[in-house]
């Protein structure tokens, strides 16, 4: 299990955001001392820190790790297509994230990059029934069976913020969030 927190935003939103439109498909980290592979499943968070009641949501989705390769920054710095991918305008903007290329270029990145998401509704205990989540009280419910007070249930509060980005009714984004399981 690869566990990836983000917690960034620039000028095309948030990081979350950009990961549940699909928009933002890969990220750059400094290479761990057990590296990413291909074909790991990427955990993305939203700032793992920071509590629960002080954030949009916490668990954004699950990925297949497509692939990763390793590259200087001076490699990338100014490449539009790889600033583009990683959820940034353009590479200036890229360069106010990361630093200057003059002065960092020889740090090295790992690339690390996903296909599809792939995010879980949870289900009721008692009829196994999609829940759904409170937005105003923070409660997770069951529609069905009038089951209250449940605790948190990540998949259901993301269902609601992607209802939110979309401008959607929340009933036709839990239908979306289940379609990419």
Not at 8 to 22: C, D, H, K, P
Not at 100 to 128: A, H, M, N
């Amino acid at each position: 299990m690869v566990l990836l927190s983000f917690s960034g935003t620039t000028s095309m939103g948030s990081f979350w955001a950009q990961i549940l439109t699909e928009r933002k498909r890969q990220t750059c980290r400094v290479p761990r001392k057990s590296p990413i592979k291909e074909g790991d499943i990427l955990h993305m968070y939203w700032k793992v820190r920071q509590p629960l009641r002080q954030k949009p949501l916490h668990r954004i989705a699950k990925a297949i790790c497509t692939g990763t390769y390793c590259l200087h920054y001076r490699d990338f710095a100014e490449d539009e297509g790889f600033a583009r991918l990683d959820g940034f305008a353009n590479s200036g903007e890229l360069q106010q994230w990361f630093g200057s290329p003059r002065v960092f270029g020889k740090e090295i990145y790992q690339v690390i990059q996903w296909d599809k998401l792939r995010i879980f509704p949870e289900l009721c205990p008692d009829c196994k029934s999609v829940l759904w989540f409170g937005s105003h009280t923070n409660n997770v419910v069951c529609l069905n069976c009038d089951a209250k007070d449940l605790g948190y249930v990540p998949a259901i509060q993301e269902a609601f913020y992607a209802s939110l980005m979309f401008n959607t009714p929340i009933k036709e984004a839990l239908s979306w969030a289940c379609s990419k399981t």
